[in-house]
C-alpha cells in the first residue's frame, strides 16, 4: 500500500475532527484537553501510516487511538473512581469500538460537544469560534473570514474559550428546558456559518467543501426535531436543504463556478427542495420573522421560479428589507443592493453599495467591489468595473473565484456580454457573514 502523504492523513483528520473531539470530550470532560488528545492521534498517525498503511477505516483508527488516550488519562487521574461511575459500562464498550455515525446521523456526542461550546459562560462570539473550531474543524483564518476580524482576535477568543469552560466545571451535555433555548441562538448561529464556510470555501482551490455543509445540514435537521416548536430552527433547517439543493449545478466539469443564472436546474436536488419547503412550512407556524426564516423565504423564491427569468426579485428585495430590519449588518446591506438592483435597476443597487463603502467590516471583503464591479459593468462604466473586479480578485484567497473575477475584469464592456447577460450574474447564497446573495457578482 502506497505510504500517505501527511496532507492526506490530516485531510482525513480534518473530516473526522469533530467526532474524534466530541467522542473524548464524553470521557475526559473537558473540551480543551479533547481536542488535545485528538491531535495527539494525529500525530500518530503521522508516525504510523507512513510504515503500515492507510487503515481501512482511518477515521475509526482516529478515533480509537483518541479514546484509548483518553482512558489512560482517567485513569491516571486520582479522580478515576468517579469518572469511571459517570461513564459506567460505556467507557469500556465503547472505547474500543468508535463505530462512525451513519450517514444520516448525528451521534449524542456531537450534539453534547455544541452545546457545552455554546455554554453561556463564554461570550457570543467565543461561543461561535470555538464551536466552529472544535466542529467545524475550521482554521482560525477560516473563522476569522466569517467574523470579518483578524485572526489574532480569533485564536485568543478560542484560548480564552476553553480555559473558561474548564474553570467553570461545564458539564459536557445537551441542555433541556429553558436552559436549551437559552443555547439555541448560538448553536443555530454556528450551524449556519459552518454550511457558509462549506458552500463557499474561505480559500483554496475549491468553490466547495461538501462536507461541511452535510455536516451543518445534518445537526440542522437534528435540532429541528429536538424543537419542534422553534420557527427558527425549522427556518434555518429549511434555508440550508434549499441551499444544498444547488450544490450539484454550482459547479462545472472543471470545478469552476457556474453562475446562478446559466446553473441547469434540472440538477438542483428536489428533493431536498420539497424539505426545505416542508421545514419553511413549519418555521411559518410561528411567523417567518425571524432572520433564518426569512433568509429561507429568499431562498424559496429562487427555488419556485422555473428559469431565472422567472425570479420574483421585487419579492426577494422586500424580504432583505424586512431581514435587515431584524438582524442589521453590512453584509445584509449588500445582498440587498443586489436584490434591488435586479427589481429596481443597476442605478438604485450601486447607491446602495456606495453608501457602504466606508463600512469598516467590508474594508477587506471581496464580494462588496465585485457587486460594485457588475453594477457598474451592467451601466457600461467598463474601466471603473475592471478595476473593481481586479480589486476583489486581490482580496479573495479562493483559487476559484479570484480566476474567475479576473476573468469578469477581463471581460468588462466585452461584445456579446451586453447589460442583459451581465445582469444575470447574481447568486442566492445565505445572506449572513458568509457566503451572500452578493457572491453572483463573484459569478455562482
Same mark, same amino acid.
Given at each position: 500500500?502506497?505510504?500517505?502523504?501527511?496532507?492526506?492523513?490530516?485531510?482525513?483528520?480534518?473530516?473526522?475532527?469533530?467526532?474524534?473531539?466530541?467522542?473524548?470530550?464524553?470521557?475526559?470532560?473537558?473540551?480543551?484537553?479533547?481536542?488535545?488528545?485528538?491531535? =495527539?492521534?494525529?500525530?500518530?498517525? !503521522?508516525?504510523?501510516?507512513?510504515r503500515t498503511g492507510v487503515p481501512d477505516r482511518p477515521g475509526a483508527w482516529l478515533?480509537?487511538?483518541a479514546k484509548n488516550r483518553a482512558v489512560d488519562l482517567v485513569r491516571?487521574?486520582?479522580?478515576?473512581?468517579?469518572? !469511571?461511575?459517570?461513564?459506567?459500562?460505556?467507557?469500556?464498550?465503547?472505547?474500543?469500538?468508535?463505530? $462512525?455515525?451513519?450517514?444520516?446521523?448525528? =451521534?449524542?456526542?456531537?450534539?453534547?460537544?455544541?452545546?457545552?461550546?455554546?455554554?453561556?459562560?463564554?461570550?457570543?462570539?467565543?461561543?461561535?469560534?470555538?464551536?466552529?473550531?472544535?466542529? &467545524?474543524?475550521?482554521?482560525?483564518?477560516?473563522?476569522?473570514?466569517?467574523?470579518?476580524?483578524?485572526?489574532?482576535?480569533?485564536?485568543?477568543?478560542?484560548?480564552?474559550?476553553?480555559?473558561?469552560?474548564?474553570?467553570?466545571?461545564?458539564?459536557?451535555?445537551? $441542555?433541556?428546558?429553558?436552559?436549551?433555548?437559552?443555547?439555541?441562538?448560538?448553536?443555530?448561529?454556528?450551524?449556519?456559518?459552518?454550511?457558509?464556510?462549506?458552500?463557499?470555501?474561505?480559500?483554496?482551490?475549491?468553490?466547495?467543501?461538501?462536507?461541511?455543509?452535510?455536516?451543518?445540514?445534518?445537526? %440542522?435537521?437534528?435540532?429541528?426535531? !429536538?424543537? $419542534?416548536?422553534?420557527?427558527?430552527?425549522?427556518?434555518?433547517?429549511?434555508?440550508?436543504?434549499?441551499?444544498?439543493?444547488?450544490?450539484?449545478?454550482?459547479?462545472?466539469? =472543471?470545478?469552476?463556478?457556474?453562475?446562478?443564472?446559466?446553473?441547469?436546474?434540472?440538477?438542483?436536488?428536489?428533493?431536498?427542495?420539497?424539505?426545505?419547503?416542508?421545514?419553511?412550512?413549519?418555521?411559518?407556524?410561528?411567523?417567518?420573522?425571524?432572520?433564518?426564516?426569512?433568509?429561507? +423565504?429568499?431562498?424559496?423564491?429562487? +427555488?419556485?421560479?422555473?428559469?431565472?427569468?422567472?425570479?420574483?426579485?421585487?419579492?426577494?428585495?422586500?424580504?432583505?428589507?424586512?431581514?435587515?430590519?431584524?438582524?442589521?449588518? $453590512?453584509?445584509?446591506?449588500?445582498?440587498?443592493?443586489?436584490?434591488?438592483?435586479?427589481?429596481? &435597476?443597476?442605478? /438604485? &443597487? !450601486?447607491?446602495?453599495?456606495?453608501?457602504? %463603502?466606508?463600512?469598516?467590516?467590508?474594508?477587506?471583503?471581496?464580494?462588496?467591489?465585485?457587486?460594485?464591479?457588475?453594477?457598474?459593468?451592467?451601466?457600461?462604466?467598463?474601466?471603473?468595473?475592471?478595476?473593481?473586479?481586479?480589486?476583489?480578485?486581490?482580496?479573495?484567497?479562493?483559487?476559484?473565484?479570484?480566476?474567475?473575477?479576473?476573468?469578469? /475584469?477581463?471581460?468588462?464592456?466585452?461584445? &456579446?456580454?451586453?447589460?442583459?447577460?451581465?445582469?444575470?450574474?447574481?447568486?442566492?447564497?445565505?445572506?449572513?457573514?458568509?457566503?451572500?446573495? %452578493?457572491?453572483?457578482?463573484?459569478?455562482?
Amino acid at each position: 500500500m502506497t505510504a500517505p502523504a501527511p496532507a492526506a492523513v490530516e485531510t482525513v483528520f480534518r473530516m473526522e475532527s469533530a467526532r474524534i473531539i466530541a467522542a473524548v470530550a464524553r470521557i475526559v470532560r473537558d473540551v480543551g484537553i479533547a481536542e488535545e488528545i485528538a491531535q =495527539d492521534a494525529l500525530v500518530a498517525a !503521522l508516525e504510523q501510516w507512513p510504515r503500515t498503511g492507510v487503515p481501512d477505516r482511518p477515521g475509526a483508527w482516529l478515533t480509537a487511538a483518541a479514546k484509548n488516550r483518553a482512558v489512560d488519562l482517567v485513569r491516571r487521574r486520582e479522580t478515576y473512581a468517579r469518572k !469511571l461511575a459517570e461513564v459506567g459500562r460505556e467507557l469500556t464498550e465503547e472505547a474500543y469500538d468508535p463505530e $462512525p455515525a451513519g450517514p444520516g446521523d448525528i =451521534d449524542d456526542d456531537l450534539l453534547r460537544l455544541i452545546f457545552t461550546a455554546c455554554h453561556p459562560v463564554l461570550s457570543a462570539r467565543a461561543r461561535t469560534a470555538l464551536t466552529l473550531r472544535l466542529v &467545524g474543524g475550521l482554521r482560525t483564518d477560516e473563522i476569522a473570514r466569517a467574523f470579518l476580524v483578524p485572526e489574532a482576535t480569533v485564536a485568543q477568543r478560542i484560548v480564552r474559550a476553553k480555559r473558561s469552560l474548564a474553570r467553570a466545571g461545564v458539564e459536557f451535555e445537551v $441542555p433541556y428546558g429553558e436552559e436549551r433555548a437559552a443555547r439555541l441562538g448560538s448553536v443555530l448561529e454556528v450551524i449556519y456559518l459552518i454550511f457558509n464556510e462549506g458552500y463557499s470555501a474561505t480559500a483554496g482551490d475549491d468553490l466547495l467543501r461538501p462536507a461541511l455543509c452535510e455536516d451543518a445540514l445534518r445537526l %440542522a435537521r437534528v435540532l429541528a426535531a !429536538l424543537m $419542534p416548536k422553534e420557527s427558527e430552527a425549522h427556518g434555518l433547517a429549511a434555508l440550508l436543504e434549499i441551499q444544498a439543493s444547488r450544490t450539484a449545478a454550482r459547479t462545472g466539469p =472543471d470545478g469552476q463556478p457556474v453562475l446562478l443564472a446559466d446553473q441547469n436546474r434540472s440538477r438542483w436536488n428536489r428533493s431536498l427542495i420539497r424539505r426545505g419547503f416542508a421545514a419553511l412550512e413549519r418555521a411559518a407556524e410561528g411567523g417567518v420573522n425571524g432572520p433564518y426564516a426569512l433568509q429561507a +423565504a429568499i431562498a424559496a423564491c429562487h +427555488a419556485k421560479a422555473v428559469t431565472y427569468e422567472e425570479t420574483d426579485w421585487r419579492t426577494i428585495a422586500a424580504l432583505y428589507g424586512r431581514l435587515a430590519a431584524v438582524a442589521p449588518s $453590512p453584509v445584509v446591506e449588500l445582498n440587498r443592493a443586489v436584490a434591488v438592483s435586479r427589481a429596481q &435597476g443597476p442605478e /438604485a &443597487g !450601486l447607491a446602495l453599495v456606495d453608501a457602504l %463603502a466606508g463600512e469598516p467590516a467590508l474594508a477587506d471583503y471581496h464580494l462588496l467591489p465585485s457587486v460594485r464591479g457588475d453594477l457598474l459593468d451592467r451601466l457600461g462604466r467598463t474601466e471603473e468595473a475592471r478595476a473593481a473586479f481586479e480589486r476583489a480578485a486581490s482580496l479573495t484567497r479562493n483559487a476559484r473565484e479570484r480566476e474567475l473575477l479576473r476573468e469578469r /475584469a477581463r471581460r468588462a464592456g466585452a461584445v &456579446g456580454d451586453g447589460p442583459a447577460r451581465r445582469a444575470r450574474a447574481v447568486a442566492d447564497g445565505p445572506a449572513g457573514s458568509g457566503s451572500a446573495e %452578493a457572491a453572483g457578482a463573484v459569478g455562482e
